[in-house]
DNA sequence: AGCATGAACTTTATCCATAAAAAACAACTT
DNA sequence: AAGTTGTTTTTTATGGATAAAGTTCATGCT
């Protein structure tokens, strides 16, 4: 069955706004909380049946307004907001980058699904758009195979990620001064320093920070490929890096000082500099992934 | 119930085979027919109880050798020799590509399931892994959005294309002078030399060629990105240039000797030229794009 | 032992069913 | 006429079933 988490992830935030008072009083209407929740009608008015329900509002001649105080059991479990394939997604990253799959291993949508507790149908859809992202492979009708997330594979995409970096690193200096992205820019420069002020206890916030940042260079000269790039290193760092945190807020701070100096080398329009601010980033930020990368095959080997 | 295309595809194959001898008086083994089918063993078996029934081939104690002549009407129909998934693909891509599809269309899995008589999920499978070519886009619980093959897409696509190519091709030519792809290469510009002597003919031929020739660039320093791009170029261009012959011929002697001319600036080894040679290419190729683009917009609204 | 066939078992490709969510329609109210 | 809420219809997300194809095990023959 479909699992309903659009409707409870939808009742968290409706308990959370009523906490916050965003929705003191009288509620607006249902077409409007719609909009601000970014789900249907349907799910608004499931949403409203409930809260009644549990008297968090109370409805009088259609007038709706707030009720008890919302508790923290009246929330449910994130587990229940988050929907099947995002599961499937999560347990396949960590059966894939945690436990010891060697590079060959071949790939049983029956033997995952049967694992992670799904149909293989949902196996078989998160393998195929997993696909793209060059880890995996399929045979038809034998299955697919593991290809490793080996020093190969890192080695590969950042020699795509530097010459799409630099193409637009030098496409953005080129803009005219009264593009909105300078400014952008800038914002972004001022929030690298306020992180760098309480580095000690922040420095989780930093991975926020460079995807807006490296996003915010490919603004400049969209190219649907070069984001589509993106979001493979934003997805295989964030779960890479989950479960991979040695020296994390030294890596942070490193690349903090490394984004200033390239945002510096931006505003200066000088197109060498650039280069070589850019450079000096991805080099780093190459090297700190496969130091990561046989740190982290020895762990397996070991454990 | 799944298809039985591997089965009827393998009967046709050894159909095949026998006609032309290849299986002539005693034949292999299984396990050796299904070493030169490339299927299992069970499907081999499959083949030959059918082959055995038809009295293709005949069987005693054990033996099997070479029965009547084969006959036209033994085969299996194409059709029914393609697994669903492709039809699928065939049917969605003649969809998108001739019918009056429009930017911003959005697309419904039932309908289209309906449409080409198969489940939704034959439709949402396709539609995942369509989706890396960056022609639709999912928007959760709603649908998929079509983005359209537009101008803007091929500028984007011939963009990184180019990014990619110099890159290879600067790279093959400094390939030692022992490099194996070199002989390639050079093979590569003899068949380019005899299909220009038979261009009336045979200008069908070019786009394998094609394939052929810009693959062995990129194989003197392999990227699975670059291939991957390199898939989704001959996917499109594929399904585009199949329903859209204007030119044909005039667009493939164009471009056989673009790649000679290519050809001769690897075998120079001189930079500069590799890359002149190789821009004057794509920027060809891109051109003939788009001017297919154009008039094939203007069809389809006259349609 | 090593390869051939036969039989049993496992996995993939494919269809179908259904609750949840979205969208469309209808009827009211101001 | 535009915005409400109530109702119905359509579509998506997910589970389940099963024939076809692949793989493994068993048996027998040189």
Do not use: N
């Given at each position: 069955m479909r699992t309903d988490t659009v409707y409870k992830k939808a009742f968290n935030r409706a308990a959370n706004m009523l906490r916050d008072g965003q929705l003191a009083g009288e509620l607006p209407s249902e077409n409007e909380l719609r909009r601000r929740m970014c789900v249907s009608r349907t799910t608004v008015r499931k949403v409203l049946r409930e809260l009644v329900h549990r008297e968090l509002i109370t409805e009088r001649h259609g007038l709706r307004s707030t009720g008890r105080p919302v508790s923290d059991n009246d929330y449910y479990p994130?587990?229940?907001?988050?929907p099947r394939a995002k599961h499937v997604e999560q347990q396949f990253m960590e059966w894939m980058l945690?436990?010891?799959?060697?590079?060959g291993t071949s790939i049983n949508e029956l033997e995952l699904a049967r694992q992670f507790g799904v149909a293989t149908n949902g196996i078989r859809e998160f393998l195929i758009r997993f696909s793209r992202f060059g880890l995996i492979e399929k045979r038809p009708n034998t299955g697919w195979l593991?290809?490793?997330?080996?020093e190969d594979f890192a080695l590969e995409l950042f020699e795509i990620r530097v010459m799409f970096e630099l193409r637009s690193a030098h496409l953005f200096s080129l803009q005219?001064?009264?593009?909105?992205l300078w400014s952008k820019l800038a914002a972004l420069k001022t929030a690298h320093a306020d992180l760098l002020e309480r580095i000690?206890?922040?420095?989780?916030?930093f991975s926020g920070l460079d995807n807006r940042f490296h996003r915010l260079i490919n603004e400049a000269s969209p190219n649907r490929f070069i984001d589509d790039l993106y979001d493979i290193i934003t997805f295989i760092f964030h779960y890479h890096y989950q479960w991979n945190k040695q020296d994390e807020k030294q890596r942070n701070l490193a690349a903090i000082h490394e984004h200033i100096a390239y945002i510096d080398a931006l505003e200066s329009r000088n197109s060498t500099r650039v280069e070589v601010a850019c450079r000096a980033h991805l080099a780093s930020a190459r090297k700190t992934l496969m130091r990561s990368l046989t740190r982290f095959d020895e762990t397996s080997i070991n454990a």
């Open positions: 994130d587990a229940e907001t988050t945690r436990g010891d799959t060697r590079p593991f290809k490793g997330f080996t005219p001064d009264r593009s909105p000690e206890s922040r420095f989780h916030d």
